[in-house]
């Protein structure tokens, strides 16, 4: 079995775990302080960005003198856009819901 798909080499891994780990804890855990919804909606996003992160995520390659060059380049789509694009609305809707319940 692989697990190279946990493995965290990039921000937009880490921002999908904790989307996923926000969207889980909302809707399993009682916390007083904050609001499910508003941890469910801040998740969602931050999962939103993740995913429209990795969709865009492909790899260069080149051939090269010494052989083939690859690298990882963030090439996004109209989806991955839009994904991207609805995410960062919901993380600042429900973060300014979230610090406005705070404060």
Same mark, same amino acid.
């Given at each position: ?37 508003? +941890?469910? #909606?801040? %998740? @969602?996003?931050? &999962? =939103?960005?993740? !995913?429209s992160y990795w ?29 991207? +694009?609805? #995410?960062? %609305? @919901?993380?600042? &809707? =429900?973060?300014? !819901? ?6």
């Amino acid at each position: 079995m692989n697990f190279n798909l946990f493995k965290i080499d990039t921000w937009w891994k880490a921002v999908f775990i904790l989307g996923l780990i926000s969207c889980v804890g909302a809707s399993s855990f009682t916390i007083s302080f904050i609001e499910k919804k508003h +941890l469910f #909606g801040f %998740g @969602l996003g931050l &999962l =939103f960005i993740g !995913l429209s992160y990795w969709m865009a995520w492909k790899k260069a390659v080149t051939m090269h003198l010494g052989g083939i060059l690859s690298w990882p380049i963030i090439k996004h789509n109209f989806v991955s856009i839009l994904l991207l +694009l609805i #995410g960062i %609305g @919901l993380i600042t &809707l =429900f973060g300014f !819901l979230i610090i406005k319940a705070l404060i």
